[in-house]
Nanobody, 122 residues
Framework: QVQLVESGGGSVQPGGSLRLSCAASGSIGSIYAMGWFRQAPGKQRDLVAVITLSSTTRYADSVKGRFTISRDDAENMVYLQMNSLKPEDTAVYYC????????????????WGKGTLVTVSS
């Protein structure tokens, strides 16, 4: 069982940047896909970005061109660089891991962190 712990959340003004980090307690070198989901107050949890072992990435349309996901399998870390932040990016961000497959609704994501809050406000 892999434990995931997020960090790097906080408050930022619109247009600002944040870098989220996800530290895994074990090796992620065999985990097919690592990703980030987010859940805003009163809304469903949505996929933000996913990266596979082959470094194939997938992004929600709302964050394309602004967010970048990366993984460091040697350090068992996953990152989400968030630029040009908007108020609508305010949410709790969750790090996830899918050992074998994933779906955009979260299927296959067996590992979840507890989340880190990102607030974008002036």
């Amino acid at each position: 069982q892999v434990q995931l712990v997020e960090s790097g959340g906080g408050s930022v003004q619109p247009g600002g940047s944040l870098r989220l980090s996800c530290a895994a307690s074990g090796s992620i070198g065999s985990i097919y896909a690592m990703g980030w989901f987010r859940q805003a107050p009163g809304k469903q949890r949505d996929l933000v970005a996913v990266i596979t072992l082959s470094s194939t990435t997938r992004y929600a349309d709302s964050v394309k061109g602004r967010f970048t996901i990366s993984r460091d399998d040697a350090e068992n870390m996953v990152y989400l660089q968030m630029n040009s932040l908007k108020p609508e990016d305010t949410a709790v961000y969750y790090c996830t891991g899918a050992p074998h497959y994933y779906s955009t609704s979260g299927g296959g994501m067996d590992y979840w962190g507890k989340g880190t809050l990102v607030t974008v406000s002036s």
